[in-house]
């Protein structure tokens, strides 16, 4: 089973998450987003759950603080969505989840392990668990405390 890290390094917010840390005031603010990723994932507590993977959606929102880009800028410079992507796969393809918060969180950790990120929103849905609904899920916000 997945464990939250001990010491996490964001803290829980409500959903105003707009103010920047101290050292990034003076560069403007970007937002990634993430919108409608489909996933095939082992997830659930369920014995049923254990045997196949379920279509879960996953969008999110990072905000950082970094310089504009220009025309000579090197892709290291910005965030980039295809690397959070294939982070946010690795994962996934890694174990079976048990919850869908356990499975927020650690996306979250993943947004948050770039520096530059000062805040996360993360919703994730299963798509098939419930009959009789498009999905059952859960949102989280999180912002960087150091």
Not at 13 to 35: C, E, H, M, R
Request: proline content about 6%; charged content about 25%; overall charge negative.
């Amino acid at each position: 089973m997945l464990n939250a890290r001990k010491e996490p390094h964001f803290t829980t917010v409500d959903f105003d998450y707009t103010q920047p840390a101290l050292a990034n005031i003076g560069q403007p603010k970007w937002t990634i987003t993430i919108k409608d990723l489909l996933v095939s994932c082992k997830i659930g507590v369920y014995p049923h759950e254990y045997n196949s993977p379920q279509k879960v959606l996953i969008n999110l929102k990072c905000d950082y603080y970094a310089p504009a880009p220009t025309p000579q800028v090197e892709i290291s410079q910005v965030l980039c969505y295809d690397q959070l992507i294939q982070s946010i796969h690795a994962f996934i393809q890694k174990e079976h989840v048990y919850f869908i918060e356990t499975l927020a969180e650690e996306i979250a950790n993943i947004c948050l392990t770039d520096r530059r990120v000062h805040a996360t929103r993360v919703t994730i849905e299963k798509l098939e668990a419930i009959p009789d609904t498009k999905s059952v899920g859960v949102e989280i916000v999180r912002v960087r405390k150091d």
